[in-house]
Nanobody, 125 residues
Framework: QVQLVESGGGLVQTGGSLRLSCAAS????????VGWFRQAPGKEREFVAA????????RYVDSVKGRFTISRDNAKSTFYLQMNSLKPEDTAVYYC??????????????????WGQGTQVTVSS
């Protein structure tokens, strides 16, 4: 049974930092690309960041470039989203995801096979 378990969300002030973690089990983690998506109230889920299976390639939505970093530790079957300089518009439920996909399609949620349960990130102004 494949599981992705997220942790690390919470409430932070504008300009603060959070690190989200996503622990995978039940899969050969090193074979999967990984990504983060978010969904704000009343909005559609949007792509945030992705990293390919080897860790050699990353992709970010423009709004988080230079502030967020996606990383992975294959030995721990865990990947992360380090979020710095947080803004109120970053407030959302954040979801981790994993899949076997061509990296050119990593920003599409349909490319992912497994999803975490979501964790709330709230940035206060």
């Amino acid at each position: 049974q494949v599981q992705l378990v997220e942790s690390g969300g919470g409430l932070v002030q504008t300009g603060g930092s959070l690190r989200l973690s996503c622990a995978a089990s039940g899969v050969t983690f090193s074979r999967y690309g990984v990504g983060w998506f978010r969904q704000a109230p009343g909005k559609e889920r949007e792509f945030v960041a992705a990293r390919n299976w080897s860790g050699s390639s990353t992709r970010y939505v423009d709004s988080v470039k230079g502030r967020f970093t996606i990383s992975r530790d294959n030995a721990k079957s865990t990947f992360y989203l380090q979020m710095n300089s947080l803004k109120p518009e970053d407030t959302a439920v954040y979801y981790c995801a994993a899949g076997t996909f061509s990296f050119s399609s990593s920003s599409y949620d349909r490319s992912y096979d497994y999803w975490g349960q979501g964790t709330q990130v709230t940035v206060s102004s």
